[in-house]
């Protein structure tokens, strides 16, 4: 096959792929649609991408979410969400490509995506059962319908396309078929006699009849004349179907069926002709006038096939991408108005809360927080706030779509070892108790040396020890058998707390409130946990509903089966807040300032050292208490150059933060925070 006849077939399978593709990546668009649209109807967190990537979270090493946190910060779930979705993209867009060719094949492939959807969403630790796999279940046979349709779309405008340069196929016999001619070629024809063979031996013709030799010679000038006279009409009429071919070439396929019955008409009348002449006479133009008729007769061929398979081509390869385009803009539709909906409807699920969490007013505390020195505060620009506004709080977890609670329906269960009167409470019965503020800095495990996952916030609720005892828990110290506290989230997340550590006396709280009004639905609302002194990860539960009391042993949180420790105290640290890494600045007079934090043990000194100087003492601000961050600064003559600084701090206990490195896994980081900056 010559390169022109492949390289029409080699666009066709481009095309066609290019628009399985597209089909490809709108049955997916439609899966989550429709998934978005059902999960309305179920709950939000039941949709494929929360589902997944929910399970992708849980799946993934506790290295591995360490870099994503430190590297994304708190936006590491959004970036999350989109990797999941470019997955999805590229398996779309490879699905589509395969269902081009093997729809079927490709449609089923979207299914088992829809079951490994639903799979992930049933095995979520807050699943609520079967039913949390109807939006995947469903967005998977709604995609894969689509795409089986557009499929056969895209197939519809490439198979009946003919590559040009090929005779038309017929489709019963598999052979190529060729019209008849559409005109005859007619030469010339003499008449020869060999020497000698003038006339019949005998004066006879073949016939054995006698006739007169005059009589012969008329009949041979009217047989020679009227030969003429059809070869001169012949090769008129010749010319003149040519050209009305040419005229024609445009018209439907009946009229040219029409003309090829004249042809065959006029080339049966040629051959009568032909058939007229008298037996034993040579003509030698007979062989070459057929030979024209054939090659006429086979080039008119391929010029009528040609045209007419373009022609054909066009108008159904036209029709078929008039209908796949008009079936791909609509379902682009149709997915669109699904998940806006779905979207819309399962925003106003949350309306309840929004609304319950609008009317809570906050009651006085039986006990205040202590009135904030004056001194604690230093008026340093660039440095961190003493009190940290809630929207600037950090905020980590592994919630892909923060629950919305309405505080109304909201319980909290109590039970487990030594628990002799289990109770469940609803947030009413929690602000009708005494409630205290206390100012308590809250510390994430996955904070880096110098990172920003600290904040010090003004907390109201009521304290947990007092809480846990009128249910019967003592702690192991005096006797009690447990000695875990499990809290459990509604979105299923579980944290470790020592009882000891809840029970020695410290504020642990069921937090209500920050700052002064009700928690924010990022940080917890309607209630949450807060135990000073220890990380996050085994202390800080946010949307919480249940406490267990068990053993260590017994039962492994959710991070602990992730490889970090059991038992979490708050290292020892500082953070330069400011100059900012790698500033330029002027030489002259610069103040160095940030916080240093050891609760339950506070700050007793905070030293800088300039590059490889030695360590000055900063000056401290104020202590509120020893669970809250201490500002401290020191001023520094600054000079031209490149210049290191670094700062440590020393607990109330004595203990100078260690200078070895460590990272966050299994227990908090660890080392001092230096930063670079010029001097000009």
Known sequence: MSEERKVPGRQARRRRSALGALSGVLAGYASLAVAELVSAAVRPEAGPVVAVGGAAIDRTPAPVKDWAIRTFGTQDKLVLQLGILLVLVLIALALGVFAAHHRRVGAAGVSLFGVVG???ATERPDSTGLVDALPSLVGAVAGA???????????????????????????????ARTPAPRTAVRLPVTVTTPPGAGRPEGGRNPTGRQQPDGRQQTDSAEQTDKAQRTDKAGRTDSAQQIDKAQQTDKAEQTDKAGRIKRTERAAGDTKAVEDTKADGEQLPNQRLNRWLNRQLSRRLSCRLSRRSSRRSSRRSGGSARRRFLALAAGSAVAA???????????????????????RIVLPAPVSHAPPVPRAARLAVKGISPFLTPGKDLYRVDTALVVPKIDAGQWRLRIHGKGVTRPVT?????????????????????????????????????????????ECGVRPPSKGGPADQLVARSVDGMTLGSPVEDVMDGRDALLAIGMNGEPLTFDHGFPVRMVVPGLYGYVSACKWLQELELTTFEDFDPYWVRRDWARRAPIKTASR?????????????????????????????????????????????AAEDTRDTWRQWSLSWQAVPGNHSLTVRATDGTGQVQTSRRAKTVPDGASGHHSVVITVD
């Open 118 to 120: 639903a799979f992930a």
């Open 145 to 175: 319908g689509l795409l089986y349709v557009l499929a056969g779309a895209v197939r519809g405008t490439t198979e009946r396309s003919v590559v040009a340069g090929r005779e038309p196929v017929d489709a019963e016999a598999g052979t």
């Open 336 to 358: 669109t108005a699904a998940g806006a909906l779905g979207r819309s409807l399962n925003g106003s699920r949350g309306a309840g809360a929004i609304a319950s969490r609008a």
């Open 425 to 469: 409470l609803g947030f009413d019965d929690l602000l009708r108790r005494d409630l205290i503020e206390r100012h308590i800095t809250l510390t994430c495990v996955s904070n880096e040396v110098g990172g920003p996952y600290t904040g010090n916030i003004r907390w109201l609720g009521v304290r947990l020890a007092d809480l846990l005892a």
């Open 576 to 620: 330069i807040d400011t100059p900012k890494p790698l500033a330029r600045l002027e030489p002259g007079p610069v103040t160095i300032a940030g916080v240093a934090w050891a609760q339950r043990r506070g700050i007793e000194r905070v030293e800088v050292r300039i590059d490889d100087g030695p360590w000055q003492d900063a000056r401290l």
